[in-house]
């Protein structure tokens, strides 16, 4: 019998989130994990995984195929990118390659990363002149809207979530592929050095400078996702839970 969630996230989202899903199903017990050792030590429970849904919501952690396996009501994965751009950082590498539209995907997790099928997505224009700050920001408020139109079906449905007619595309991109994109060469030129700067961040300035980068939240966005260390993450998901 299907009775409880396992939300794999970050502490800012985890409050917001388990009152949402409560409001749907006061009696859904929630489990929230946040690190590849929490989800290692709910193996030890395996009648509690039986009759569980894992959800996750942009995590850097890999969730080992074999808890997949023991979950008796699958598992869900919000990732920060449309299906065109699965795997790591995918809004640094959508802007690099001057994209004219991105999104936010859900869909079932398998055992190969951004592999599985899509149950939701949004999508949206990307404006000219956006910053990586800017589109990360407009991708979370996309993921914030997604997991609120998902989250009643995820806390009482026990029935897999419909799948929508959408595959999988493009390059899965990895974080080597990601750090080799921030290796800047030393005699690069100073227009590379200005595009990398307006594309990426203040990351780059720093390496181009040979001092410390500010101290990010490093996620499967990249290494900056938008207001992790802020409350205005918080005032996004409040805001599209609002306008829904």
């Not at 489990?31 to 995984?49: F, K, M, R, S, Y």
């Amino acid at each position: 019998m299907f009775d409880t969630v396992i939300l794999l996230s970050s502490a800012l989202e985890r409050s917001i989130f388990m009152t949402v899903l409560s409001t749907h199903d006061p009696n859904l017990a929630i489990i929230p994990v946040e690190t590849l050792a929490d989800l290692n030590a709910l193996e030890l429970e395996p009648d509690a995984l039986a009759s569980a849904r894992l959800i996750a919501f942009v995590t850097g952690v890999i969730v080992p195929p074999r808890v997949l396996d023991q979950l008796g009501y699958g598992a869900y994965n919000f990732h920060p990118g449309p299906p065109t751009y699965p795997g790591w950082a995918p809004a640094h590498f959508a802007l690099r390659e001057r994209a004219a539209e991105f999104g936010a995907t859900a869909h079932v997790m398998v055992a190969r990363v951004d592999e599985g099928p899509i149950v939701g997505v949004e999508m949206f224009s990307i404006p000219p002149g956006t910053s990586m700050v800017c589109l990360e920001g407009m991708t979370y408020a996309r993921l914030a809207y997604l997991f609120w139109s998902l989250a009643s079906q995820l806390a009482t449905c026990s029935q897999p979530l419909a799948r929508l007619p959408l595959n999988w595309s493009g390059k899965k991109y990895t974080r080597r592929d990601y750090a080799a994109m921030c290796d800047i060469a030393p005699d690069a030129s100073r227009d590379e050095l200005d595009r990398r700067i307006k594309l990426f961040g203040d990351q780059h300035a720093s390496a181009a400078r040979n001092t410390p980068a500010p101290k990010r939240t490093n996620t499967r966005t990249g290494s900056l996702l938008f207001a992790a260390d802020s409350e205005r993450t918080r005032s996004r998901i409040a805001s599209a839970a609002r306008t829904t």
